[in-house]
């Protein structure tokens, strides 16, 4: 079974900057595309950011396209979102799995979730 642990969270003040980290016990975790979700209060959970394999390929919601930032560490097993530019609206627990295609609009998450990462933007 793969586990999957989110970290980074936290309450920051709009306009700000946080880094989440998600660490992955797959052994495969490099041959995996990876996504960042996440789930705002009432809402439905949402795939905000991808990226290929190899990480030359990155895809990201409109919501957050400019301000987020997805990458991976291979060597680590580990995926990061840095989060610029925060607003209200990115209030949400965050979520990392593995995803079947960095085409956020096709994609479908592979693995258990994990216990997310709590993000709250406020002044």
């Known amino acids: 079974q793969v586990h999957l642990v989110e970290s980074g969270g936290g309450l920051v003040q709009p306009g700000g900057s946080l880094r989440l980290s998600c660490v992955s016990s797959?052994?495969?975790?490099?041959?995996?595309?990876m996504g960042w979700y996440r789930q705002g209060p009432g809402k439905q959970r949402e795939l905000v950011a991808a990226?290929?394999?190899?990480?030359?390929?990155?895809r990201y919601a409109d919501s957050v396209s400019g301000r987020f930032t997805i990458s991976r560490d291979n060597a680590r097993d580990t995926l990061y979102l840095q989060l610029n530019s925060l607003k209200p609206e990115d209030t949400a627990v965050y979520y990392c799995?593995?995803?079947?295609?960095?085409?956020?609009?096709?994609?479908?998450?592979?693995?258990?979730w994990g216990q997310g990462t709590r993000v709250t933007v406020s002044s």
């Open positions: 990226i290929s394999p190899d990480g030359k390929i990155t």
């Open positions: 799995n593995a995803i079947t295609t960095y085409r956020l609009e096709f994609s479908s998450p592979l693995y258990s």
């Open positions: 797959d052994t495969i975790f490099r041959a995996n595309t």
